[in-house]
């Protein structure tokens, strides 16, 4: 396989987004790609269009919004060319809200506005994730690469 680069972009308070990126970029890795995993606020937007896939991932904040962190990051990509690029979005959530998880929709509306081709539903976990879903977490990554290696096989037939 070639070598496919993704990069993993989150904000995290309490260390549950963090936690998910950590496993999500694991199984990144197992699957045979690079990975970087940056804080949103470490991270420079135009950086998105360096990688072969992106993740992003955020907690939602109050009752479906994207935290405070993430904000100048989100009105920053909006000058992306992203097209076709293979993208996905997690997050830490509470089921205690209505709009559970609502941040991980944004990011993925805001994705597929500039193009990129989002490959999977948003994975939301509630809180900090279980030995279930740290594992679920680790595939997700996986398939994450699967998908891209899908893609790239695809472009260059």
Do not use: H
């Not at 935290?67 to 690029?85: A, G, H, N, Q, V």
């Not at 709009?99 to 994975?123: C, P, S, Y």
């Amino acid at each position: 396989m070639m070598d496919a680069a993704c990069l993993i972009v989150y904000a995290s308070m309490s260390g549950n987004t963090e936690e998910i990126a950590e496993y999500i970029g694991d199984g990144i890795r197992e699957a045979g790609a690079s990975v970087e995993i940056k804080d949103v606020l470490m991270a420079d937007p135009a950086e998105l269009e360096q990688y072969d896939g992106i993740l992003l991932g955020a907690y939602t904040w109050d009752d479906g919004n994207l935290p405070d962190e993430f904000l100048d990051f989100y009105e920053e990509m909006d000058s992306l060319k992203l097209t076709d690029k293979p993208a996905a979005v997690f997050g830490s959530c509470d089921s205690f809200y209505e709009n559970r998880g609502g941040a991980v929709d944004i990011l993925i509306e805001k994705l597929t506005m500039l193009g990129a081709q989002v490959v999977f539903n948003g994975l939301k976990i509630d809180l900090s994730p279980t030995d279930e879903e740290k594992e679920e977490c680790i595939q997700y990554g996986k398939s994450f690469v699967e998908k891209l290696t899908t893609k790239r096989k695809g472009l260059s037939a």
